[in-house]
């Protein structure tokens, strides 16, 4: 009997392919991509998928078509190193004159999608598994909007540029669009072999396939603003991004542990910070996060590169270098510029270029500037590199002009903000929602705003410079800037302490009057080490309170303020970097058990998320048995500083350090949470060696043991004395 006439009796009929909102993402440099679990862009649902290029969206449709329906899907993934996404997929029934005349199944199609070098490529691998030939009607449907990111993102714009004339030929289609900024943007999508039509919506193939054959066809689709690049071929383009990608994976130290779900935690996490840093202009700088922040951001990229710091370096010399490169030299309000301040971020699309959002080069962060300090210093301890040291001092002596003289409006000596332009943002600390900052009536805080996390990270700023001028041999500014911090430290802890609280305010409006709630940002002044020791175990005892943390990790804002939202974006939300800055600065005042509490916390997050892969944020929502974390719907998933989380939960519980100066690694009473009986870092470096590490719980204590060392470099394990719990803080209470 005929293959085309053999079913079953009771046969179920597949008419249509299931739906999966799951958005999977890869970027490469400039160019990112958001698309379905087909590999798919389309344009419904959140209307976030495309193909995006400098700030611009070069493609907004792309369909895959077989006999005029989407396929099956049978499998799709993202490799655990975030390079290549590929889909399994097959036919749907195909029915004529109501007879199923080829069973779904009987089609294989494979499609594989990376990014490189401003090019997406595509591979369609079929394979017939039938008894008979096939000829497969496979078709594509495209579009091109040219959306600014701030259109897909939900902007409004008066006029727009205009669309030329498409250029169609026998292998591609070239779509262009001229914005109001006099710039060209095209998309070319070539086709290899070339279709049997072509136009500028739709590309159409005939597949011909015997029995077992298989049958290749690549797309590859450029978007440039200038010069269309040259094809190299889908499997010289493959092979090239791979061994660039392997390469850059050695630099990292390898992380594992006894606990398999935290190893795939850890590596896509890994994955997640090379993938943000890979091939961007701006040399070992990572974006912030797909889609709406794949830019340079300086708080981000900042906080990413002391997350990564003890285990790779060289993020915080490229963050750091390219800051001191845009350090803000003139004023200009209308971009939040003042001389020394340090970048917020950077935007390339057609909005931008025009002055229709001010962040084609903007300012307006109140704690980039004194965020670029601490990480410098935090670099020199790590690597001793004098001669790097030597050319950001300029750049970091110009930050602390900023915040002695700019930074600190009306001279009270606590650095506060106010919006400087009517397009920019109206709170510019890193919860920058325009309701993220009030009082305890929920009434919002007036400007000048002096945040209590903001006046830690300065304190710490003038502790490393500090550090930087006596390196340097200027023993004066050492003790100048030692007696400013000391100073601040003093003053602060007057001004921001709330005994009803049990905590630091989040901020002082502009009357000097406390906003009296309950917030994560208390957790950063731990973290920057201004807090005295015994205020800092009140403050770590309302972070892990139940109002606090949820189960999930530590709220934006506590259970019961005024303006709690367990569903908002930073009035209750839970953000896993902010968690590990929190980590880290109870870990800093000895509360291991805690920071460990939150590291699991993360760790089981990880579990629910698509991809074992950190979100920016998710939801406040208390923690229930058997149920998972609440997702955020519009949150970046990577987020560099998400991603970046674990490395610093796993330094904060660590106790670990590396001296730069010495080659000396240290474990200061190493802690591990009990889901994590076990972990193993190998080349872990520092100068010209490197050394492999195993840690153990044995008996309530850790043990660090070398297995394998390459060249000169020291390791110390410090024991813990007594309850792990214990304080040990830079200043006692005064």
Not at 138 to 163: C, Y
Not at 282 to 293: I, L, R
Not at 336 to 353: C, F, T
């Amino acid at each position: 009997m005929p293959e085309d006439r053999v079913t079953q009796q009771y046969y179920i009929a597949t008419k249509s392919s299931p739906v999966d909102d799951r958005a999977q993402v890869l970027k490469y440099g400039r160019l990112f991509s958001v698309f379905d679990h087909l590999g798919d862009i389309q344009t419904s649902g959140l209307g976030e998928q495309g193909l995006f290029f400098e700030g611009t969206r070069h493609l907004s449709e792309l369909l895959l078509g077989l006999w005029n329906a989407r396929p099956l899907p049978l499998s799709s993934t993202i490799e655990t190193n975030n390079f290549l996404f590929r889909a399994h997929l097959t036919n749907l029934d195909v029915s004529k004159e109501n007879q199923v005349v080829i069973p779904r199944g009987m089609l294989h199609l494979q499609r594989s999608i990376f990014l490189w070098r401003d090019v997406c490529y595509q591979e369609f691998a079929f394979v017939n598994y039938g008894l008979q030939s096939l000829l497969v009607p496979f078709s594509l449907t495209v579009g091109a909007d040219f959306a600014d990111i701030f259109e897909v993102r939900g902007m409004q714009r008066q006029k727009r540029g205009s669309r030329l004339e498409d250029r169609i030929e026998k292998h591609f289609v070239l779509l262009s669009y001229e914005g109001l900024d006099k710039t060209i943007r095209q998309t070319r999508i070539q086709c290899d072999p070339a279709p049997t039509a072509i136009s500028a919506s739709a590309i159409q193939f005939e597949v011909n396939l015997q029995p077992r054959e298989k049958l290749t066809f690549h797309l590859e689709i450029s978007c440039d603003s200038h010069v269309v690049p040259n094809s190299i071929g889908y499997s010289r383009a493959i092979g090239s991004a791979r061994g660039e990608q392997e390469q850059l994976s050695e630099t990292f130290p390898q992380i594992c542990s006894s606990n398999s779900r935290f190893n795939d935690w850890i590596g896509r996490s890994a994955s997640d910070v090379q993938m943000m840093t890979i091939g961007n202009p701006e040399v070992n700088y990572p974006y912030a996060g797909v889609p709406w922040f794949s830019t340079v951001f300086g708080r981000d990229g900042i906080i990413t590169a002391l997350q990564m710091l003890w285990c790779s370096p060289w993020i915080a010399h490229g963050v750091l270098q390219y800051l001191a490169k845009t350090q803000a030299k003139d004023f200009d309000p209308a971009i939040e510029s003042e001389p020394g301040k340090i970048l917020h971020e950077m935007r390339n699309g057609e909005m931008a270029a025009l002055g229709e959002i001010p962040f084609g080069r903007y300012y307006g962060s109140v704690d980039s500037t004194p965020l670029f300090i601490v990480l410098a210093g935090a670099y020199y301890d790590r690597t001793g590199d004098r001669d790097f040291l030597q050319q950001l001092w300029p750049h970091i002596d110009l930050a602390l002009q900023w915040i002695d003289q700019r930074g600190d409006m009306d001279g009270d000596g606590f650095v506060e903000y106010a919006q400087r332009s009517p397009k920019g943002l109206v709170q510019q600390g890193w919860k920058d929602s325009n309701d993220s900052v009030f009082h305890v009536n929920g009434t919002l805080a007036e400007a000048p705003i002096a945040l209590c996390e903001v006046q830690g990270y300065v304190y710490a700023a003038k502790r490393a410079a500090a550090r930087l001028s006596n390196v340097l041999g200027d023993k004066e500014k050492c003790k100048t800037l030692e007696s400013e911090a000391e100073k601040l430290r003093m003053r602060f802890e007057e001004a921001f302490w709330c005994d009803e609280l049990s905590t630091y305010v989040l901020a002082l409006d502009g009357h000097k009057k406390q906003c009296r709630v309950r917030t994560s940002n208390a957790g950063h002044c731990l973290y920057t080490g201004i807090a005295t020791a015994n205020r800092a175990r009140r403050v770590a005892e309302t972070l892990m309170s139940a109002d606090s943390f949820s189960g999930w990790g530590v709220r934006t804002l506590a259970a019961g303020q005024a303006r709690y939202n367990p569903l908002s974006y930073h009035n209750g939300s839970i953000w896993p970097h902010d968690n590990s800055i929190v980590a880290c600065g109870l870990a800093r005042y000895g509360f291991k058990e805690k920071a460990g509490r939150i590291l699991l916390a993360m760790l089981d997050t990880s579990r629910w998320a698509d991809l074992g892969r950190l979100p920016e944020l998710f939801c406040g929502l208390d923690r229930h048995r058997g149920q998972g974390p609440t997702l955020y719907p519009v949150a970046c998933s990577p987020q560099a500083w998400a991603a970046g989380a674990a490395f610093l939960l796993i330094q904060s519980c660590l106790g670990l350090s590396i001296e730069g100066i010495g080659n000396r690694v240290l474990f200061d009473r190493p802690y591990l949470p009990a889901g994590i009986p076990q972990l193993t870092i190998k080349g872990l470096r520092s100068g010209d060696g490197s050394v492999d590490v195993f840690v153990e719980r044995q008996d309530g204590a850790v043990r660090c043991d070398v297995t394998d060392q390459q060249g000169e470099i020291e390791v110390v394990s410090l024991p813990v004395v007594g309850d792990n719990e214990r304080t040990v803080a830079p200043f006692q209470e005064q």
